[in-house]
């Protein structure tokens, strides 16, 4: 495809600010607002990667980020863990799953100090988040932990897999318990969300729950487009946990449970039929409603390089052509309606006829979504995480 990762990964560099990275314009340049963890663990994740690849420059990039998760000012040295940004000190599940991914991606490409950051990173999600009674996460607290917020979300856990995946292989050479413990943890959660939940909503998958894990289907009834807790069925999100259903199958072998494969393939087929197009225009509306009509329309791109790298690792692990046809669309879709060629990112939101819009994301903010799909579409082995897939 037209849409290459140096050209991504030049542009990316410029979000480097003295506390970790920045959230950048679409000028390439750093908005002046407070450095948010959750973008600085992306990128550093995302340097690691490109470390792990050889790209010059990375290494060092990975490094700084590494340093500034561990021991800058989103470190919180009095009460641990990190805050959600460097003017608010509360304690986020989401915004700490991407520093534990952070942390395993650079452990895996030998950043210096990584380990040791993933070693504190692994100990707060589990301490402070992970809830084994229930087998998933806890969404979030006060800053000295002493309240936890009551609502529960499937987002904060979708992305607590990925990197308990990604810490799994980052130690399966090293702590093997832990490396077990980690991924019949991800397997847990997903048997809830995705195996419970989504199937019994017929591949409808709930985002929002009471403390009790009671589904809330109107939740963000009057904040729709929210960022990361939207009104509805989020069809990316669909399209994430089919990925990861397979990258599960793909570490556990033959102790992976049939539904892995089965249920990736009906939220995959659910949030293609279902969201292309919704509208009656190309590409896959942010969210859809209980009845499949579509309520935010806008296109966002880590939809569409969702669906991609959904796509891709389908057709990787299960040979399905169609997988392949759809993967090869989609990404011309890309290039033709997100990429930006003055930047070489894409742009973060469209209109559903094609502009750029502003709605719910200003500016290009970071490269995560967009430098996993590159990596996951280019032929490689589909193993527990993205950095596991570039090695040997």
Same mark, same amino acid.
Not at 269 to 291: I, K, M, N, Q, V
Not at 347 to 358: A, D, F, K, Q, S
Not at 372 to 387: H, I
């Given at each position: 495809?037209?849409?290459?990762?140096?050209?991504?990964?030049?542009?990316?560099?410029?979000?480097?600010?003295? *506390?970790?990275?920045?959230?950048?314009?679409?000028?390439?340049?750093?908005?002046?607002?407070?450095?948010? +963890?959750?973008?600085?663990?992306?990128? +550093?994740?995302?340097?690691?990667?490109?470390?792990?690849?050889?790209?010059? $420059?990375?290494?060092?990039?990975?490094?700084?980020?590494?340093?500034?998760?561990?021991? $800058?000012?989103?470190?919180?040295?009095?009460?641990?863990?990190?805050?959600?940004?460097?003017?608010?000190?509360?304690?986020? /599940?989401?915004?700490? /799953?991407?520093?534990?991914?952070?942390?395993?991606?650079?452990?895996?490409?030998?950043? =210096?100090?990584?380990?040791?950051?993933?070693?504190?990173?692994?100990?707060?999600?589990?301490?402070?988040?992970?809830? *084994?009674?229930?087998?998933?996460?806890?969404?979030?607290?006060?800053?000295?932990?002493?309240?936890?917020?009551? !609502?529960?979300?499937?987002?904060?856990?979708?992305?607590?897999?990925?990197?308990?995946?990604?810490?799994?292989?980052?130690?399966?050479?090293?702590? =093997?318990?832990?490396?077990?413990?980690?991924?019949?943890?991800?397997?847990?959660?997903?048997?809830?969300?995705?195996?419970?939940?989504?199937?019994?909503?017929?591949?409808?998958?709930?985002?929002?729950?009471?403390?009790?894990?009671?589904?809330?289907?109107?939740?963000?009834?009057?904040?729709?487009? *929210?960022?990361?807790?939207?009104?509805?069925?989020?069809? $990316?999100?669909?399209?994430?946990?089919?990925?990861?259903?397979?990258?599960?199958d793909a570490v556990l072998g033959?102790?992976?449970?049939?539904?892995?494969?089965?249920?990736?393939?009906?939220?995959?087929?659910?949030?293609?039929?279902?969201?292309?197009?919704?509208?009656?225009?190309?590409?896959?509306?942010?969210?859809?409603?209980?009845?499949?009509?579509?309520?935010?329309?806008?296109?966002?791109?880590?939809?569409?390089?969702?669906?991609?790298?959904?796509?891709?690792?389908?057709?990787?692990?299960?040979?399905?052509?169609?997988?392949?046809?759809?993967?090869?669309?989609?990404e011309a879709h890309g290039d033709?309606?997100?990429?930006?060629?003055?930047?070489?990112?894409?742009?973060?939101?469209? +209109?559903?006829?094609?502009?750029?819009? +502003? $709605?719910?994301?200003?500016?290009?903010? *970071?490269? !995560?979504?967009?430098?996993?799909?590159?990596?996951?579409?280019?032929?490689?082995?589909?193993?527990?995480?993205?950095?596991?897939?570039?090695?040997?």
């Open positions: 495809m037209e849409t290459e990762l140096g050209p991504l990964l030049a542009f990316a560099a410029r979000a480097r600010v003295p *506390d970790g990275f920045g959230y950048l314009g679409a000028d390439g340049v750093v908005e002046e607002r407070p450095t948010e +963890t959750w973008i600085s663990a992306r990128m +550093t994740h995302v340097f690691s990667l490109a470390a792990l690849l050889g790209r010059e $420059g990375a290494l060092e990039l990975a490094e700084h980020g590494v340093r500034a998760l561990a021991s $800058g000012p989103l470190r919180d040295g009095e009460h641990g863990g990190w805050g959600a940004s460097t003017s608010d000190r509360s304690k986020a /599940a989401y915004v700490h /799953a991407f520093v534990l991914l952070a942390a395993s991606s650079a452990t895996t490409a030998a950043v =210096p100090g990584a380990a040791e950051l993933l070693d504190e990173a692994l100990a707060v999600w589990e301490d402070r988040f992970w809830d *084994d009674a229930e087998g998933l996460a806890r969404e979030s607290s006060t800053p000295d932990w002493s309240q936890t917020e009551d !609502y529960r979300g499937a987002n904060a856990n979708m992305h607590g897999v990925e990197a308990a995946l990604a810490a799994a292989d980052a130690l399966a050479g090293t702590h =093997p318990e832990t490396t077990a413990r980690l991924r019949s943890h991800a397997l847990r959660s997903t048997e809830r969300i995705v195996h419970g939940w989504a199937r019994e909503a017929d591949w409808r998958l709930p985002e929002h729950f009471t403390s009790d894990w009671t589904p809330l289907p109107e939740h963000s009834a009057d904040a729709k487009a *929210d960022p990361f807790r939207p009104y509805g069925v989020t069809v $990316g999100h669909q399209f994430e946990w089919a990925r990861l259903c397979l990258h599960l033959e102790r992976a449970p049939g539904w892995l494969r089965a249920d990736s393939a009906a939220l995959f087929t659910a949030a293609t039929e279902r969201g292309w197009a919704a509208d009656g225009h190309p590409g896959f509306p942010y969210t859809l409603d209980w009845s499949d009509r579509p309520v935010v329309v806008a296109r966002m791109h880590w939809v569409l390089c969702e669906a991609v790298a959904a796509a891709a690792v389908r057709y990787a692990v299960t040979g399905d052509p169609r997988a392949a046809g759809l993967q090869h669309t989609w033709a309606h997100f990429l930006d060629r003055s930047t070489g990112s894409w742009h973060h939101e469209l +209109t559903p006829t094609g502009e750029v819009g +502003t $709605g719910t994301w200003t500016g290009q903010p *970071d490269a !995560y979504h967009l430098a996993q799909m590159l990596l996951l579409g280019a032929d490689r082995p589909v193993r527990g995480s993205v950095a596991a897939s570039l090695l040997p």
